[in-house]
């Protein structure tokens, strides 16, 4: 972890993440916020607003996340989540095509009315259910005894992403396989100018303005930096 | 919800047994030498035709509360332009009648109801359903054998129900297993044998037969009951009498029709057909909630086969926490009235004014409620709450997992179909939790991380330990706003030490009787309470108070056991023309004990043994004691703006 003697500059990045209901979202959160998984999770109701930090060697990026709930009585409600969000996290079960159809709406909306510099990262979820060495991680979990789940191939998942350019990671929520390193790689995709930045919830926004401008100017991250997040 | 507007129709006093009191007029149970004030009079009966409809989605079952009086809800405008207006049900589409309580399908031909000269018989012709409650009062209350007798002669200290401990469950054996999942691994016979094992069925579907919901078992498994289901209703429907319900076996069916729906309930519990329906009432308001009532209606005006299961998708949890805690027995439901927690007048007081305070632009209703106790209510002058769009909001915050465990701030797009059941508001709900969001809300924030959360314990305490604060805005775009009231919330409250106030009334008991009525005798176990558990509902703030379960009432089947004689009398008071103020009645394992008045419905249940001047001067004792303590029980007013 970071050595926090000198405080180093903290932006916040407003994430949503968007998808159909029941591939991981919530749980995928709960994984990043809490290091926690729950087996028959609850479906949300609404939207759940969770904050988190996740540390750069050069910054600190506090995430607030809106974990929607993908239900279709709620899709009207999705622009009042993704409206100034900076990245998204659009997600998808692997073990079910019609997620994955459902992902690419999502972000072919993103890409018509979220705001133009947003971040999106597609995201196959449960990748402990299939017989990849990568996920399977101790559990092993459908790998075993009943075979390979899997119903999306990585390759079709990251050709569709990579022509649309976004980011592409296959996670476990319930082993945790991957979760950090989707938060990261956003952090580290989000445009230093984007960033606002504060030293908390209450810093005023013309402080938070000013710092922005020094970080801008003195703080270049390290591209390199491979460096997980708070959790 | 309270099955106050539906009332069956059978009077009680013609079914008195022999150990049945009944009376009539005197409305102090006549033993005592209370000195207390002498309640007033019994208000007037409900008309029989002013409650013929039941209005989709607006039947009130009870008075708003935490208003001093019932105050009409006057207008609001949501945002979209809509107006609502409220108590008064907007659309009345129900073809149904509510008002026949045992009713086998015959309704007299004028429309009007069932009425007292009809015998009960006359009505279930077939078997005597469980709950019926003629059979009740008349066979069970009071059935005595020898042994039995000798037994009560020789011990003054019997507990109720004390045969549960000693392995004899009666009915409620296998009631343990009746929130169990029905395994998918297993043949359908024994599946199918395991679905008619238990003793409560809830089931949803849409007038052209296609299911929606069912409590257990999934809709596959079932599918052919829902048919056979469907069939029946539709046949009555033809026939321009509405199936109301049926027995068949030990299980009593109830119908109820709404808009586009059918919801059936299929019991081996005992409740009255009355109480059944306003369980019922409560899954349709669930539902209304969710979608609206015109986008119900428009769902199946254009098209009427439409598989309402996706709309409703992820609500199911919510219909099922409702449903089961119908099933354990919930007082909140059975009278229509909410629990507060305990606290002194001027500390709610201070409560209320620093939420007043912190109060910002687009709220509507702001509450705290700890552990499904009502902590704190501040409403617009013009608007009152009602209690049933609050069970929605409880049973949605405390009884289903969804909220808790999602941490972090909830905004949800919620309809309270009782304050307006066509339109949307937006309900930010958060914990008061210290291991959960209290780390994400420091009050001040030096920007710095947790290297390893310690892991949260997702395991909770036998009864909810919670403190949520809810806010309720017509405005969708208040989150923020709200967010930041929290955070100064939290931090008033901390400062001033309510919090940790509040914190400690939750984690302390509810009264237990023998605080209530300290023994007069120096050495306690020598005479016991004489009543072993009492609900006390305040009618003019439909609020209730009751006392701890512990001892003896905490076991799902003592638990149930327990509010099943409250279902009883309550039943007996409530029927449509019985016209009691008090009955007393004595069975095998317990004797229980209820009294309306205009002020209170009071119910209490003591050992088989007690008789029944112990318990009236115990339930007078207790009447007084909530008179004293009814600024700390009940929220009064609460804090308007
Ligand atoms: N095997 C497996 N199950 C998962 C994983 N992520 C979520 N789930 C399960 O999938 C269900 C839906 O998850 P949830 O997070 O509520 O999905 P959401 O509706 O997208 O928020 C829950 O029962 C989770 O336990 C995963 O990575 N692997
Ligand atoms: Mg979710």
């Given at each position: 972890?970071?050595?926090?003697?000198?405080?180093?500059?903290?932006?916040?990045v407003k994430l949503v993440l968007l998808g159909e209901a029941a591939v991981g979202k919530?749980s995928l959160v709960?994984r990043f916020?809490?290091?926690?998984?729950?087996?028959?999770?609850?479906?949300?109701?609404?939207?759940?607003?969770?904050?988190?930090?996740c540390?750069l060697?050069?910054?600190?990026i506090?995430f607030?996340i809106w974990d929607t709930?993908g239900?279709?009585?709620?899709a009207?409600?999705a622009p009042?989540y993704y409206r100034n969000a900076q990245a998204a996290l659009v997600v998808y079960d692997l073990t079910k095509p019609t997620s994955l159809i459902k992902a690419k709406h999502w972000v072919a909306e993103l890409q018509r009315q979220a705001s133009p510099g947003i971040v999106i990262a597609l995201v196959g979820n449960k990748l402990d259910l299939t017989n990849d060495a990568a996920g399977g991680d101790?559990?092993?979990?459908?790998g075993?005894?009943?075979?390979d789940a899997r119903k999306v191939t990585t390759e079709e998942a990251k050709s569709y992403a990579e022509e649309e350019g976004l980011l592409f990671f296959e996670t476990s929520a319930k082993t945790g396989y991957n979760v950090t390193e989707v938060f990261t790689a956003i952090a580290n995709a989000i445009p230093e100018t984007s960033l606002?930045?504060?030293?908390?919830?209450?810093?005023?926004?013309?402080?938070?303005?000013?710092?922005?401008?020094?970080?801008?100017?003195?703080?270049p991250r390290d591209p390199n930096a491979k460096e997980g997040c708070?959790? | 919800?309270?099955?106050?507007?539906?009332?069956?129709?059978?009077?009680?006093?013609?079914?008195?047994?022999?150990?049945?009191?009944?009376?009539?007029?005197?409305?102090?149970?006549?033993?005592?030498?209370?000195?207390?004030?002498?309640?007033?009079?019994?208000?007037?009966?409900?008309?029989?035709?002013?409650?013929?409809?039941?209005?989709?989605?607006?039947?009130?079952?009870?008075?708003?509360?935490?208003?001093?009086?019932?105050?009409?809800?006057?207008?609001?405008?949501?945002?979209?332009?809509?107006?609502?207006?409220?108590?008064?049900?907007?659309?009345?589409?129900?073809?149904?009648?509510?008002?026949?309580?045992?009713?086998?399908?015959?309704?007299?031909?004028?429309?009007?109801?069932?009425?007292?000269?009809?015998?009960?018989?006359?009505?279930?012709?077939?078997?005597?359903?469980?709950?019926?409650?003629?059979?009740?009062?008349?066979?069970?209350?009071?059935?005595?054998?020898?042994?039995?007798?000798?037994?009560?002669?020789?011990?003054?200290?019997?507990?109720?129900?004390?045969?549960?401990?000693?392995?004899?469950?009666?009915?409620?054996?296998?009631?343990?297993?009746?929130?169990?999942?029905?395994?998918?691994?297993?043949?359908?016979?024994?599946?199918?044998?395991?679905?008619?094992?238990?003793?409560?069925?809830?089931?949803?579907?849409?007038?052209?037969?296609?299911?929606?919901?069912?409590?257990?078992?999934?809709?596959?498994?079932?599918?052919?009951?829902?048919?056979?289901?469907?069939?029946?209703?539709?046949?009555?429907?033809?026939?321009?009498?509405?199936?109301?319900?049926?027995?068949?076996?030990?299980?009593?069916?109830?119908?109820?029709?709404?808009?586009?729906?059918?919801?059936?309930?299929?019991?081996?519990?005992?409740?009255?057909?009355?109480?059944?329906?306003?369980?019922?009432?409560?899954?349709?308001?669930?539902?209304?909630?969710?979608?609206?009532?015109?986008?119900?209606?428009?769902?199946?005006?254009?098209?009427?086969?439409?598989?309402?299961?996706?709309?409703?998708?992820?609500?199911?949890?919510?219909?099922?926490?409702?449903?089961?805690?119908?099933?354990?027995?919930?007082?909140?439901?059975?009278?229509?009235?909410?629990?507060?927690?305990?606290?002194?007048?001027?500390?709610?007081?201070?409560?209320?004014?620093?939420?007043?305070?912190?109060?910002?632009?687009?709220?509507?209703?702001?509450?705290?409620?700890?552990?499904?106790?009502?902590?704190?209510?501040?409403?617009?002058?013009?608007?009152?709450?009602?209690?049933?769009?609050?069970?929605?909001?409880?049973?949605?915050?405390?009884?289903?997992?969804?909220?808790?465990?999602?941490?972090?701030?909830?905004?949800?797009?919620?309809?309270?179909?009782?304050?307006?059941?066509?339109?949307?508001?937006?309900?930010?709900?958060?914990?008061?939790?210290?291991?959960?969001?209290?780390?994400?809300?420091?009050?001040?924030?030096?920007?710095?991380?947790?290297?390893?959360?310690?892991?949260?314990?997702?395991?909770?305490?036998?009864?909810?330990?919670?403190?949520?604060?809810?806010?309720?805005?017509?405005?969708?775009?208040?989150?923020?706003?709200?967010?930041?009231?929290?955070?100064?919330?939290?931090?008033?409250?901390?400062?001033?030490?309510?919090?940790?106030?509040?914190?400690?009334?939750?984690?302390?008991?509810?009264?237990?009787?023998?605080?209530?009525?300290?023994?007069?005798?120096?050495?306690?176990?020598?005479?016991?309470?004489?009543?072993?558990?009492?609900?006390?509902?305040?009618?003019?703030?439909?609020?209730?108070?009751?006392?701890?379960?512990?001892?003896?009432?905490?076991?799902?089947?003592?638990?149930?056991?327990?509010?099943?004689?409250?279902?009883?009398?309550?039943?007996?008071?409530?029927?449509?023309?019985?016209?009691?103020?008090?009955?007393?009645?004595?069975?095998?394992?317990?004797?229980?004990?209820?009294?309306?008045?205009?002020?209170?419905?009071?119910?209490?249940?003591?050992?088989?043994?007690?008789?029944?001047?112990?318990?009236?001067?115990?339930?007078?004792?207790?009447?007084?004691?909530?008179?004293?303590?009814?600024?700390?029980?009940?929220?009064?007013?609460?804090?308007?703006?």
């Amino acid at each position: 972890m970071a050595d926090s003697g000198a405080p180093k500059p903290s932006s916040s990045v407003k994430l949503v993440l968007l998808g159909e209901a029941a591939v991981g979202k919530s749980s995928l959160v709960l994984r990043f916020v809490n290091n926690d998984f729950q087996e028959n999770k609850e479906p949300t109701i609404g939207a759940a607003f969770l904050t988190q930090k996740c540390n750069l060697p050069t910054r600190t990026i506090k995430f607030e996340i809106w974990d929607t709930a993908g239900q279709e009585r709620f899709a009207s409600l999705a622009p009042m989540y993704y409206r100034n969000a900076q990245a998204a996290l659009v997600v998808y079960d692997l073990t079910k095509p019609t997620s994955l159809i459902k992902a690419k709406h999502w972000v072919a909306e993103l890409q018509r009315q979220a705001s133009p510099g947003i971040v999106i990262a597609l995201v196959g979820n449960k990748l402990d259910l299939t017989n990849d060495a990568a996920g399977g991680d101790g559990e092993g979990a459908g790998g075993d005894g009943e075979g390979d789940a899997r119903k999306v191939t990585t390759e079709e998942a990251k050709s569709y992403a990579e022509e649309e350019g976004l980011l592409f990671f296959e996670t476990s929520a319930k082993t945790g396989y991957n979760v950090t390193e989707v938060f990261t790689a956003i952090a580290n995709a989000i445009p230093e100018t984007s960033l606002k930045t504060a030293r908390g919830p209450g810093a005023s926004s013309a402080a938070a303005r000013t710092e922005e401008q020094r970080v801008n100017l003195n703080g270049p991250r390290d591209p390199n930096a491979k460096e997980g997040c708070a959790c | 919800m309270a099955p106050e507007t539906e009332e069956p129709a059978v009077k009680s006093n013609n079914e008195a047994g022999p150990g049945q009191e009944t009376q009539g007029s005197a409305a102090v149970p006549s033993p005592s030498p209370s000195p207390s004030p002498p309640p007033p009079p019994l208000p007037p009966r409900r008309k029989a035709s002013g409650e013929a409809p039941l209005q989709v989605g607006g039947q009130l079952q009870s008075k708003p509360t935490t208003a001093v009086s019932s105050i009409d809800i006057s207008t609001l405008s949501f945002p979209d332009g809509t107006r609502g207006t409220f108590p008064t049900p907007s659309v009345g589409s129900g073809p149904s009648s509510l008002n026949s309580g045992y009713g086998t399908p015959t309704r007299d031909s004028s429309g009007d109801n069932l009425t007292d000269s009809m015998s009960v018989m006359s009505f279930a012709p077939t078997i005597r359903a469980p709950g019926d409650l003629a059979s009740l009062v008349a066979a069970e209350f009071n059935r005595k054998s020898r042994a039995w007798n000798l037994l009560r002669s020789q011990s003054e200290t019997v507990q109720p129900f004390e045969g549960i401990e000693f392995g004899d469950s009666g009915e409620l054996a296998g009631f343990e297993r009746e929130f169990d999942d029905i395994p998918e691994n297993m043949t359908d016979d024994v599946r199918l044998s395991m679905w008619q094992s238990k003793m409560k069925h809830y089931l949803i579907l849409s007038s052209a037969g296609k299911p929606i919901y069912s409590r257990h078992g999934d809709l596959s498994l079932i599918n052919s009951s829902m048919g056979v289901i469907q069939t029946i209703i539709s046949f009555y429907e033809g026939a321009k009498d509405p199936l109301m319900g049926f027995t068949a076996g030990k299980a009593r069916f109830v119908v109820l029709t709404a808009g586009p729906l059918y919801f059936v309930a299929i019991s081996k519990l005992g409740e009255s057909d009355a109480q059944l329906r306003s369980q019922l009432e409560a899954l349709y308001m669930q539902i209304l909630s969710t979608l609206t009532l015109p986008t119900l209606k428009n769902i199946f005006v254009h098209r009427p086969s439409t598989d309402l299961r996706k709309p409703l998708e992820g609500t199911e949890t919510l219909l099922s926490s409702l449903a089961d805690s119908f099933t354990k027995g919930s007082p909140s439901a059975l009278l229509g009235a909410l629990e507060c927690l305990k606290l002194r007048k001027s500390q709610r007081h201070a409560i209320n004014n620093i939420f007043l305070k912190n109060r910002t632009d687009k709220l509507l209703y702001g509450l705290i409620v700890a552990g499904g106790k009502l902590v704190s209510v501040i409403r617009p002058r013009k608007h009152s709450l009602h209690p049933s769009d609050l069970q929605l909001i409880f049973n949605m915050l405390f009884e289903s997992g969804s909220i808790k465990s999602g941490g972090g701030e909830s905004w949800i797009p919620i309809c309270l179909p009782a304050f307006n059941n066509s339109g949307y508001l937006y309900m930010y709900v958060s914990f008061f939790d210290d291991d959960n969001n209290d780390t994400q809300h420091p009050p001040t924030t030096p920007s710095q991380s947790s290297p390893s959360p310690p892991p949260t314990n997702n395991t909770p305490p036998e009864s909810p330990q919670e403190i949520a604060l809810i806010l309720i805005s017509p405005d969708r775009e208040s989150f923020f706003p709200f967010s930041s009231l929290r955070t100064s919330l939290y931090n008033s409250l901390t400062k001033s030490g309510h919090l940790s106030l509040i914190r400690q009334s939750l984690s302390s008991p509810r009264p237990s009787i023998s605080s209530i009525l300290p023994s007069p005798s120096p050495s306690p176990s020598n005479s016991p309470s004489p009543i072993s558990h009492f609900i006390y509902k305040s009618r003019p703030n439909v609020q209730f108070v009751m006392s701890s379960l512990q001892p003896l009432f905490v076991s799902p089947i003592a638990r149930r056991k327990l509010m099943s004689q409250y279902q009883s009398l309550h039943a007996a008071m409530h029927a449509k023309h019985s016209h009691l103020k008090v009955i007393y009645s004595v069975g095998e394992d317990c004797a229980s004990l209820g009294w309306v008045t205009p002020l209170f419905e009071f119910y209490c249940v003591a050992g088989p043994n007690v008789s029944r001047q112990a318990m009236t001067e115990a339930a007078n004792k207790v009447v007084k004691w909530v008179g004293r303590e009814e600024g700390r029980v009940f929220i009064i007013g609460g804090g308007v703006f």
